[in-house]
């Protein structure tokens, strides 16, 4: 949902990093524990960045981070940033080698092809296999490039060879009308990458249909410069539905779980959906994620798994409005979904690793 803050008070903090398997979810070969390359510890409400205060930024100021671990364990981090304009904004790359405790600014991706800025909903990925020209640890930055007075939308992905350093435009996904989250308008939101087979998969929010007020789309590409035709994944009967958000992991037993919210028709809850095909959830059956004390998450999921907790692990789901995480150990069996405190605000982002 658009302007689902995962922030707080200006001010853009990490909460408790949880443990879990693999640098990156969503790649083809069933999860597996990898060597721990960082030291990882336990701490809640460690700021990775302010705003510096009376200097002209927009409210929210910052908001939607996104953060992930690469294979040499250090962490990177990224988000919305509503710094004064001119110049054009960025999205600011921090880096943390100590498992999270300490963060330092190492680059920015900027806007090279459209003089807009990239304003919206940005999205890392590492690359676990050579994608065209682009090796295996490629790290991908896509994002939403969208000008100050919010008339367009556009997808565009950007890479980094050197750890996040610098940044290279490589192509448009898909383009869209005014940036505003309106039955009837065309935008298109909230892009998230995974690997599977040989393709890098692109999965975002789209409102170009004219059959549906929003609906969950991907495409496909080889080679990170063409992408394929744009395939459904949740497109309601309901035209009011707003399913978005997209998040996706894989599971031991080799099925993949997409999770999203259902704005419009069900308060932007989280619902959930399982398949070994992570090409095809048009066909998988759509499920309500509802805790063991009957919680049901709302707006902004994110997922991730988990060795920890038996024999299949655990599935963490988090949420942007609540504080609670929600945990499944069976595989995603809808009935076994438990929720946990954390001494957080809100649990909007769980952070995988090793």
């Not at 080679?223 to 539905?241: C, E, K, Q, T």
Request: with cysteine; aromatic share 10%; net charge neutral.
């Amino acid at each position: 949902m658009r302007l689902q803050s995962l922030l707080w008070g200006g001010l853009l903090g990490l909460s408790t990093v949880l443990a879990a398997p693999t640098a990156n979810s969503g790649v083809q070969e069933p999860p597996s524990q990898v060597k721990r390359a960082v030291p990882t510890s336990t701490f809640s409400n460690n700021v990775i960045f302010s705003p510096p205060s009376n200097a002209g930024w927009t409210d929210p100021r910052v908001l939607y981070a996104r953060a992930i671990q690469l294979s040499d364990g250090s962490l990177l981090s990224t988000w919305e940033n509503y710094s004064p304009e001119p110049p054009l904004v960025y999205f600011p790359i921090y880096r943390s080698t100590d498992g999270g405790v300490k963060w330092t600014q190492i680059g920015k991706v900027q806007d090279t092809v459209n003089n807009w800025g990239l304003r919206y909903q940005p999205d890392l990925y590492e690359l676990p296999r050579a994608i065209g020209k682009w090796p295996k640890g490629t790290i991908l930055a896509t994002g939403n490039s969208i000008p100050t007075d919010l008339s367009k939308t556009k997808i565009d992905v950007y890479a980094s060879t050197d750890g996040g350093k610098t940044w290279t435009f490589t192509s448009s996904i898909a383009s869209g009308g005014e940036a505003r989250p309106n039955n009837g308008l065309t935008p298109v939101w909230e892009p998230h990458m995974m690997v599977y087979k040989e393709k890098l998969v692109c999965y975002y929010a789209d409102q170009r249909d004219p059959k549906h007020g929003q609906k969950l789309s991907h495409q496909t590409t080889t080679d990170l410069v063409s992408w394929s035709a744009l395939v459904n994944d949740v497109a309601d009967s309901n035209y009011n539905a707003r399913p978005g958000m997209p998040g996706i992991t894989l599971l031991p037993n080799g099925q993949y779980i997409f999770v999203y919210e259902t704005c419009g028709t069900d308060g932007c809850r989280v619902h959930y959906r399982l398949s070994a095909d992570p090409l095809n959830f048009a066909a998988a059956k759509d499920i309500a994620l509802v805790s063991n004390k009957g919680t049901r998450p709302v707006s902004s999921p994110t997922v991730v798994w988990s060795s920890v907790g038996g024999a299949n692990g655990s599935i963490i789901v988090s949420a942007g409005s609540q504080s609670q995480i929600f945990v499944n150990k069976n595989l995603g069996a809808e009935n076994s979904w438990v929720e946990f405190a954390t001494p957080q605000p809100n649990a909007r982002l769980s952070i995988h690793t090793p």
